[in-house]
């Protein structure tokens, strides 16, 4: 069974860019979430999506966004880039709503020069 | 705010030798924890996750330990192996709503 999938792996911008990041939830997950994990930080929640629908978000502004599919995949879409905003971006899926287990992708690596 | 904090950012131990990775927390009303392990370059693995109604649980070479009195979670890992380098992070699920709350992980280093 294939895991969760993000992509790009890597990406560079420069500041007042905007980013786009992808991620593919293990088959039969409806729930989304993303976290950003800066260098030298834990992991700050960001987004979750379940059934489509934007659920809850973390303490940002709102120039993160992002939206899911009817596949359960899921865009983070984050504009008016910041050199803070460099990061590893973590997606993660679970089978239900709210549910414990949370497994993670490999995380997309944003720089902003 | 409450959060999940843990006491070293680095443990370095012998190899084969037991370690112990600690980790606190602050929402008393929390009822679920998870450990995950996160090698360099990649996301967060699970490891083991425990409910606040048990005080241990036990993996295939990991333990964890849970003190609710003074909100405490360890991960006990036996006979640790090179492949076991990596950083460490203990989570509080709340209900799904918030995501996971991270600490900001332990760096444990395996020495030969």
């Known amino acids: 069974e294939a895991g969760v999938t993000q992509s790009p792996t890597h990406l560079i911008k420069t500041r007042g860019q905007q980013a786009t990041l992808r991620c593919s939830p293990i088959s039969g997950h409806t729930s989304v979430y993303w976290y950003q994990q800066a260098l030298g930080l834990g992991l700050q929640f960001l987004l979750w999506y379940d059934e489509g629908e934007e659920r809850n978000r973390g303490n940002f502004p709102p120039r993160f966004s992002g939206r899911q599919f009817p596949n359960y995949s899921s865009e983070l879409n984050v504009n008016a880039l910041e050199l803070e905003d460099s990061a590893l971006y973590l997606c993660a899926s679970t089978l239900l709503a709210g549910g414990n287990e949370q497994f993670f992708g490999p995380g997309t690596r944003l720089t902003v020069l | 705010g409450e959060s999940v904090g843990l006491h070293l950012p680095t443990l370095s131990v012998q190899e084969g030798d037991n370690s112990i990775i600690n980790c606190a927390y602050s929402n008393s009303a929390s009822d679920y924890f998870i450990w995950y392990k996160q090698e360099s370059g990649k996301g967060p693995q699970f490891i083991i996750d425990?409910?606040?109604?048990?005080d241990k649980r036990q993996g295939q070479r990991v333990t964890v330990l849970l003190n609710k009195t003074v909100k405490h979670l360890s991960l006990q890992i036996a006979a640790t192996q090179p492949g076991d380098s990596a950083v460490y992070f203990c989570a509080e699920n709340r209900g799904g709503a918030d995501g996971l709350t991270f600490g900001k992980g332990t760096h444990l280093i395996i020495q030969p």
């Open positions: 425990i409910r606040s109604n048990m």
